[in-house]
């Protein structure tokens, strides 16, 4: 290891706790700490001393209302939330894990049970086909197919991208315009993403939801989607080079030609 | 708030919220809730987006109490980290669709806390704030410019019309200076359960 360069990344980790660096020296740090667990450790005590400058600021009352909406969403979530969490895993370590990939995405059982679909579709599928008034009906059941084998294809590229060493993976949660939306971004060494999105309202007419890439303090703008009805979402985008290290990924609802910057509605955010 | 409640370390709290204890989360929140909250209208400059981040913070905190990590620091800092995340990224998405709150200044003037009543709270921003006046001006003006508007070191050069090394320097002084005087009394040790 260049000691040289170590001690220059290590003098830099103090304004990286204050999120000060520019874009570049961002991205030399952040990859610099993946290796070194020396300027980790070093970088935690920056980051408690960096968290203490809040106290510079004047403390403020919230109205009691925010206390209130707070308990009510968690109280409606919480149940939901605690099953959920319960049968994944946790978000932080981009580490590739091909068990813990298994475990966490319950497609598999919808794999199987697209598999058991797909076989009665194809006996109904016979029985069906000399009577027209049917026809609808087979309609409705070759989109259901066509989504399920769209999500087990989205599945195989989530699990192929997160199966190759230094890959990462990326949680989105709701804002409050859409508390129960959620995605996933995974993209490997070259940048190749897949984001898998749940919850989202559909995009009225003439809109689109758009990724973003979030560097430093510039969006980059990524793919333009529209979810299913079921709200899901399936998008393949390429992670630009300056947001691989240390991006916030974010959607915002668009006008559906796409925009340079966001002006739309934040929908679902990583940061944090 | 109770005394015994106040007795219970963040971590045990974080802990608990993690199991699903929504008691605990909202003891969470009346514990931190003005400092959290002022760091948030500090940053932000409206009341109202920093109420909108408050509250998806706290969400935020329900649902991943269980990535918190205490050999990564204390629960205090994660609390505050997450929420000028949350607050830049909501200033960022603000100032690039031209919507800049400014003129609620005067709204937080008005309702401003007159009287931290954790006594906790108020020794430790006595304690932090007595650390940052004992800094130049020019490092505490680096150190703030970052964490609380969210700027970069270029930005900040920008902004001071000063070279890009000046600044590097006296935000790595700043942040010397600061982390010694603030050494002993809240230093993080991994086996710190506060």
């Not at chain 1, 315009?177 to 995009?203: E, K, N, Q, S």
């Not at chain 2, 649902?63 to 918190?68: E, I, L, Q, S, V």
């Not at chain 2, 020019?138 to 019309?161: C, H, P, W």
Request: hydrophobic residues 45%; contains cysteine; charged residues 25%.
């Amino acid at each position: 290891m260049n000691s040289t360069a170590h001690s220059e990344y290590r003098e830099m980790l103090a304004s990286y706790a204050l999120t000060a660096l520019d874009a570049r020296e961002l991205r030399a740090v952040a990859a610099h700490l993946e290796s070194c667990t020396d300027c980790r450790a070093e970088l935690v005590q920056w980051q408690e001393t960096a968290g203490l400058l809040a106290f510079a600021a004047q403390p403020v009352e919230p109205s009691p209302e925010v206390r209130s909406h707070i308990l009510q969403e968690v109280n409606r979530a919480g149940a939901k939330e605690r099953r959920m969490d319960q049968a994944g895993p946790k978000v932080t370590a981009m580490r590739p894990a091909r068990k813990t990939v298994l475990q966490a995405w319950p497609s598999w059982q919808a794999l199987a049970a697209s598999l058991a679909f797909l076989a009665l579709c194809l006996t109904l599928l016979i029985q069906w086909r000399e009577n027209s008034r049917n026809r609808q009906e087979l309609a409705r059941l070759s989109n259901q197919i066509q989504h399920t084998n769209r999500q087990i294809s989205y599945d195989r590229e989530l699990i192929a991208i997160l199966s190759l060493p230094g890959s990462r993976r990326a949680q989105l949660s709701g804002t409050d315009v859409a508390p129960g939306a959620r995605a996933t971004i995974a993209y490997d060494p070259t940048g190749r993403a897949i984001l898998l999105a749940t919850g989202l309202p559909p995009a009225a007419t003439g809109k689109a939801y758009q990724l973003w890439f979030i560097v430093g303090k510039q969006p980059l703008p990524g793919k333009l989607f529209k979810p299913l009805a079921s709200g899901e979402a399936f998008l393949n985008d390429q992670v630009p080079a300056a947001a691989f290290d240390a991006a916030v990924f974010a959607v915002t609802l668009e006008p559906e030609s796409g925009v340079r910057v966001p002006t739309g509605e934040l929908y679902l955010s990583s940061a944090g | 708030m109770h005394p015994e409640q106040a007795q219970i370390s963040d971590s045990s709290l974080l802990k608990a919220v993690a199991a699903g204890d929504e008691a605990a989360l909202a003891l969470l929140y009346d514990r931190y809730r003005l400092i959290l909250f002022g760091l948030l209208t500090r940053i932000l400059n409206s009341r109202a987006e920093a109420e909108d981040v408050l509250q998806e913070l706290f969400l935020q905190v329900w649902r991943r109490a269980c990535d918190f990590d205490d050999r990564r620091g204390r629960p205090f800092t994660w609390l505050v980290t997450l929420a000028r995340s949350r607050a830049i990224d909501r200033l960022r998405l603000l100032a690039s669709r031209d919507r800049l709150v400014v003129s609620a200044a005067q709204d937080i003037r008005e309702t401003t806390s007159d009287a931290v009543t954790d006594t906790l709270h108020a020794e430790q921003m006595e304690i932090v704030n007595r650390a940052l006046a004992k800094l130049t001006e020019e490092q505490r003006e680096v150190l703030l410019l970052a964490y609380l508007d969210g700027m970069t070191q270029s930005e900040i050069a920008a902004k001071l019309n000063a070279p890009l090394g000046t600044v590097k320097t006296r935000m790595r002084s700043g942040m010397i200076k600061l982390r010694e005087l603030l050494g002993e009394s809240l230093k993080f040790r991994s086996s710190h359960s506060g």
